[in-house]
């Protein structure tokens, strides 16, 4: 799965849409850097201002997430769930953010 996270990521993104309308989706980690291996996960970072403030009702929202996705019960995908404001976090470290919708729009001229 890890060979075709882009494809997996495409449908992540759709089934996010469908769950959280307005989140912002982010694709992060060794797969951006081009240093992914068998064993590597896929870090997504979802921003939404309706995320969930207990860490049970995230789950939830995760697992309807990966349900929609069609993901099976195990699959590398890390989503990181997060609202507006412990997104700055992730907008201060994480060098490599890049946009899912450049994957499914082609928008960013093929950075990925």
């Not at 469908?18 to 921003?47: M, N, R, T």
């Amino acid at each position: 799965m890890v060979r075709q996270w882009r494809k997996y990521v495409r449908e992540i993104a759709r089934a996010v849409s469908k769950v959280l309308p307005d989140a912002k989706v982010y694709v992060f980690g060794s797969v951006v850097k081009g240093e992914a291996v068998g064993g590597s996960d896929v870090d997504i970072l979802v921003v939404s201002q309706h995320t969930p403030a207990s860490n049970l009702e995230r789950a939830r929202v995760k697992l309807r997430i990966e349900e929609e996705a069609g993901l099976p019960l195990y699959h590398p995908f890390e989503i990181h769930l997060v609202d507006e404001e412990e997104a700055e976090w992730y907008y201060r470290r994480v060098k490599e953010l890049t946009k899912a919708d450049c994957l499914l729009s082609d928008s960013c001229g093929g950075n990925l």
